[in-house]
């Protein structure tokens, strides 16, 4: 292997460790809370919900 190319392996490597890095170690998450019965997006203090009075409520961090 030629030393250019080992540069640019070296580079490529280091730009895909930085960008993995970037999405693992993001804060600014979005939390839905969604019935698993209907689909309808309540508010996280509730535990039933509103349309259809299920009481399974799932939560997704996105």
């Known amino acids: 292997m030629t030393d250019r190319r080992r540069l640019n392996d070296r580079s490529s490597n280091r730009l895909l460790r930085t960008a993995i890095e970037g999405v693992l170690k993001r804060r600014n998450r979005t939390i839905v809370d969604e019935c698993r019965h ?7 203090p509730e535990h039933t919900c509103p349309t259809c009075g299920s009481d399974e409520i799932v939560r997704y961090t996105i």
């Not at 209907?38 to 996280?44: A, D, E, L, R």
């Open 38 to 44: 209907c689909g309808t997006s309540v508010s996280s």
